[in-house]
């Protein structure tokens, strides 16, 4: 397992609070109490178990440093984050597996519950459960006409479980959400916009940080008592779903993901992202 670290530092010209672990970075800017979190596990910011354990850790400290919001982007050039970290479910260990699985649920349900409101600024690719860690945030903001956004699951022969499904149905409705997820179509900035599945797009990343504050914002008159109600109420039948069938959707995802058939798919998958040149991969699966 990596060597990890965290570090506190306070910087007296920028009045900045620095979190820094080794593949997150956290600046708190002291006089909006606005978190940056910056990704960054190069090269492609995937998600496997000692990234999602540090996700949990840095929302945990953040929530105790009662940050009034949090702006999530990626500190890579041109990806935000690559998706689960193929790697976690191609020939998987059984037991590694279930405590990623586990990890995974966790990451999701601390960053969808979150005392605070939180914006991704998608500066970069944002396939599959890179898109669905975009989708877990209050607001996105996309950046640039380059990047491709969406569901690709059925691409890689898998399917997304129902707690993940109702996430995207809530943001962007049940038949958007079923043609997106079914035909595994990746969306261009502008297509994102039009679909819902971003609120803003901008030309740079710097507008966007913007952007994001500037919704963060709107929250310096709400009581965060109230916002943190009102998202509980809203969000509550997909949180109590998946707290009700965790240890049901681990078991069958370790299940289903060691079966032969989606072996294969993932083979030909990984295969596929080796010998396919940089990003011809992302405009195939249009
Ligand atoms: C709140 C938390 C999230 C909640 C999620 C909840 C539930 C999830 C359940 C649903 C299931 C989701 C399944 C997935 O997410 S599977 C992952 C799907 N991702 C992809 O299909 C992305 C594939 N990658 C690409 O298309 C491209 O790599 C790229 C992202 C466009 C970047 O292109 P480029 O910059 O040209 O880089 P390379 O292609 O050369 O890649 C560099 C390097 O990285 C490896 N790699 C890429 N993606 C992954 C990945 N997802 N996992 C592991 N490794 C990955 C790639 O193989 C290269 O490796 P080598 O240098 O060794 O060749």
């Known amino acids: 397992m990596l060597r990890r670290y965290i570090s506190y530092t306070t910087n007296k010209f920028t009045n900045c609070r620095h979190v820094s672990q080794s593949m997150l970075q956290s600046t708190v800017d002291e006089k909006s109490g606005i978190a940056t979190v910056t990704m960054n596990k ?8 000692e990234f999602l354990e ?7 400290k953040l929530q105790k440093d009662k940050v009034r919001g949090m702006i999530l982007t990626s500190g890579l050039q041109k990806v935000f984050c690559a998706g689960l970290d193929i790697k976690e479910l191609y020939k998987p260990n059984p037991d590694r597996l279930t405590k990623f699985w586990t990890t995974l649920q966790d990451t999701w349900l601390s960053l969808y519950t979150t005392s605070f409101p939180t914006v991704s600024v998608i500066n970069g690719h944002s396939p599959a459960g890179g898109c669905m860690l975009a989708m877990s945030c209050d607001y996105r903001v996309m950046v640039g006409q380059n990047y491709r956004i969406g569901f690709n699951e059925a691409k ?3 399917f997304a479980p129902k707690w993940f499904q109702n996430t995207i ?3 962007i409705g049940q038949r958007k959400a079923e043609v997106s997820l079914t035909t595994g179509k990746m969306y261009t900035t502008d ?3 039009q679909i819902g599945l971003v609120d803003e797009t901008c030309a740079d990343a710097d507008s966007a940080l913007k952007k994001g504050t500037h919704f963060l914002n709107n929250f310096q008159n709400i009581s965060p008592w109230a916002y943190k109600m009102t998202k509980d109420i809203n969000r509550q039948s997909t949180i109590q779903w998946l707290i009700d069938n965790k240890q ?3 078991d069958f995802t370790v299940e289903y993901m060691q079966s032969p058939g989606v072996q294969k798919n ?3 998958y990984l295969q596929s992202l080796k ?6 991969l992302i405009s195939e699966i249009n």
């Open 42 to 49: 190069p090269p492609v910011n995937s998600l496997n178990l």
């Open 54 to 60: 540090e996700i949990i850790t840095l929302l945990n």
């Open 156 to 158: 890689l022969g898998i």
């Open 169 to 171: 149905i809530a943001v």
């Open 191 to 193: 297509e994102a916009l």
């Open 248 to 250: 049901k959707d681990v």
């Open 266 to 268: 993932l083979e030909l």
């Open 275 to 280: 010998s396919l040149p940089p990003l011809k």
